[in-house]
């Protein structure tokens, strides 16, 4: 099982940028699917993107395509969100998960590894 540590989350302007870190500790990360989630106040955890394990592919969720860019570098155990031209409704705690058991999923519940959470707020 891998442990999972986000980081980079902060106050930022609408239109500004952020990037988000999760490195990752444990068993082999190069194996596991990465995904991003996020849960605003008084709503439910959504996806937000995520990176197969084994074709590199990504996929992202509407809100965010155009604006958002997920990567990994297996050699450093880290992944990244790469967050631009934010909005106010990007406001989260912003999560990073990892699946040992499917190359890429976009559903919650298929990650087993999570990480703590971090804040990402955005001025108006």
């Known amino acids: 099982q891998v442990q999972l540590v986000e980081s980079g989350g902060g106050l930022v302007q609408a239109g500004g940028s952020l990037r988000l870190s999760c490195a990752a500790s444990?068993?082999?990360?190069?194996?596991?699917?990465m995904g991003w989630f996020r849960q605003a106040p008084g709503k439910e955890r959504e996806f937000v993107a995520a990176?197969?394990?084994?074709?590199?592919?990504?996929y992202y969720a509407d809100s965010v395509k155009g604006r958002f860019t997920i990567s990994r570098d297996n050699a450093k155990n880290t992944g990244y969100l790469q967050m631009s031209s934010l909005k106010p409704e990007d406001t989260a705690v912003y999560y990073c998960?990892?699946?040992?058991?499917?190359?890429?999923?976009?559903?919650?519940?298929?990650?087993?590894?999570w990480g703590q959470g971090t804040q990402v707020t955005v001025s108006a």
């Open positions: 444990g068993r082999a990360f190069s194996s596991y699917a």
């Open positions: 998960a990892a699946s040992s058991r499917y190359s890429y999923t976009k559903i919650s519940t298929d990650y087993n590894a």
């Open positions: 990176i197969s394990w084994s074709t590199g592919g990504t």
